[in-house]
């Protein structure tokens, strides 16, 4: 299933389908429509939009891309999330987002080089349900908080 990226955005599969992650995930397709940890590239040409399979493991959504998504949809839309996971980046020593959590790498360093915003966060950050639900977020055993978000 290949779709053209608008330019200068990287969109790499394998994609799935809505029906595929409802089966994987035991949600309704409704459901995997409105989720918040998930991204999904909607269809240019009217037809479903697909879901990038980096974005699950063999249980459900990946703990840290979950997190991630909830953070990246205060900040980015779709397409640029799913470009920044798949681009390397010099910080993470030329490995991709992705690449990064799939060998372990530090959760908090990936929350400092998030793509910058490309509109203002809705309201204080207590305000935003998706905010709530990051904050409650745990790995490891280890109760997560958010960083500040700073402009540079």
Same mark, same amino acid.
């Given at each position: 299933?290949?779709?053209?990226?608008?330019?200068?955005?990287?969109?790499?599969?394998?994609?799935?389908?809505?029906?595929?992650?409802?089966?994987?995930?035991?949600?309704?397709?409704?459901?995997?429509?409105?989720?918040?940890?998930?991204?999904?590239?909607?269809?240019?040409?009217?037809?479903?939009?697909?879901?990038?399979?980096?974005?699950?493991?063999?249980?459900?959504?990946?703990?840290?891309?979950?997190?991630?998504?909830?953070?990246?949809? !205060? %900040? +980015?839309?779709?397409? *640029?999330?799913?470009?920044?996971?798949?681009? /390397? =980046?010099?910080?993470?020593?030329?490995?991709?987002?992705?690449?990064?959590?799939?060998?372990?790498?530090?959760?908090?360093?990936?929350?400092?080089?998030?793509?910058?915003?490309?509109?203002?966060?809705?309201?204080?950050?207590?305000?935003?349900?998706?905010? !709530? %639900? +990051?904050?409650?977020? *745990?790995?490891?055993?280890?109760?997560?908080? /958010? =960083?500040?978000?700073?402009?540079?």
């Amino acid at each position: 299933m290949e779709e053209r990226a608008p330019p200068g955005i990287v969109l790499r599969g394998p994609f799935w389908t809505r029906a595929r992650v409802a089966r994987h995930l035991h949600r309704s397709p409704g459901a995997v429509d409105e989720a918040h940890d998930l991204v999904r590239i909607p269809s240019r040409v009217g037809g479903e939009a697909v879901y990038p399979s980096f974005q699950f493991d063999a249980v459900g959504v990946r703990p840290e891309v979950a997190t991630l998504n909830l953070l990246l949809h !205060r %900040r +980015v839309d779709d397409l *640029r999330a799913c470009d920044w996971y798949v681009t /390397p =980046l010099a910080t993470l020593g030329r490995a991709t987002p992705i690449r990064y959590i799939t060998i372990g790498g530090d959760l908090e360093h990936l929350l400092r080089v998030l793509p910058e915003p490309l509109w203002p966060a809705p309201g204080p950050a207590g305000d935003d349900p998706g905010w !709530r %639900r +990051v904050w409650g977020v *745990r790995r490891r055993g280890v109760r997560m908080r /958010p =960083l500040p978000v700073t402009h540079h």
